[in-house]
T-cell receptor, first 109, second 115 residues
Framework: RKEVEQDPGPFNVPEGATVAFNCTYS??????FFWYRQDCRKEPKLLMS???SGNEDGRFTAQLNRASQYISLLIRDSKLSDSATYLC??????????FGAGTRLAVHP | ETGVTQTPRHLVMGMTNKKSLKCEQH?????MYWYKQSAKKPLELMFV???????ENNSVPSRFSPECPNSSHLFLHLHTLQPEDSALYLC??????????????FGNGTRLTVT
């Protein structure tokens, strides 16, 4: 089983749509979780941390389900600039961040 | 953003060359990382230096040799590489003493092509 599994997509959505991505992780000892976004041929950039109670940052909402070992990201009112690959990142042992392969989002006019 | 700077941005080298990638962070962090990203694959962790000590070496071939002279600088020395080593090499840093939610900050990466 892969350490982090994500649907590669692509998710093709119109502007203004709501889209959700899920991610499952295998290490039950993971304590910290992040979502990063990566634009084509660029470095990953932190989108948001994921807290146990769930958290929201503007149009973005992250949820964590420890029992089922999955993390979700919801994007409301999609913008063209949201087009990117979204990487799910649980933190493993000794500060080791494990990157998923990512889910590609394409927002069209 | 200039928090983590990598040079060069692009590198083309032959299989018999020796070159080095450089990374510098200006964020006051105490851990630095090398990741490799091949086309359509997830980032692969190569090396971790935490508090200037190497703590992770993910079965990386010996033709890749890291060096961390201090907490702000990280090098990746390359020699006798193979074409399959062509990839984007990303440096990152964070604060390992900053608690569980200390995210990584990445440099722009070095796009390496081995001919």
């Amino acid at each position: 089983r892969k350490e982090v599994e994500q649907d590669p997509g692509p998710f093709n959505v119109p502007e203004g749509a709501t889209v959700a991505f899920n991610c499952t992780y295998s290490n039950s000892a993971s304590q910290s979780f992040f979502w990063y976004r990566q634009d084509c041929r660029k470095e990953p950039k932190l989108l948001m941390s994921v807290y146990s109670s769930g958290n929201e940052d503007g149009r973005f909402t992250a949820q964590l389900n420890r029992a089922s070992q999955y993390i979700s990201l919801l994007i409301r009112d999609s913008k063209l600039s949201d087009s990117a690959t979204y990487l799910c990142v649980p933190k493993g042992g000794y500060n080791k961040l494990i990157f998923g392969a990512g889910t590609r989002l394409a927002v069209h006019p | 953003e200039t928090g983590v700077t990598q040079t060069p941005r692009h590198l083309v080298m032959g299989m018999t060359n020796k070159k080095s990638l450089k990374c510098e962070q200006h964020l006051g962090h105490n851990a630095m990382y090398w990741y490799k990203q091949s086309a359509k694959k997830p980032l692969e962790l190569m090396f971790v230096y935490s508090l200037e000590e190497r703590v992770e070496n993910n079965s990386v071939p010996s033709r890749f040799s890291p060096e961390c002279p201090n907490s702000s600088h990280l090098f990746l020395h390359l020699h006798t590489l193979q074409p399959e080593d062509s990839a984007l090499y990303l440096c990152a840093s964070n604060d390992v003493l900053g608690g569980e939610n200390s995210p990584l900050h990445f440099g722009n990466g070095t796009r390496l092509t081995v001919t």
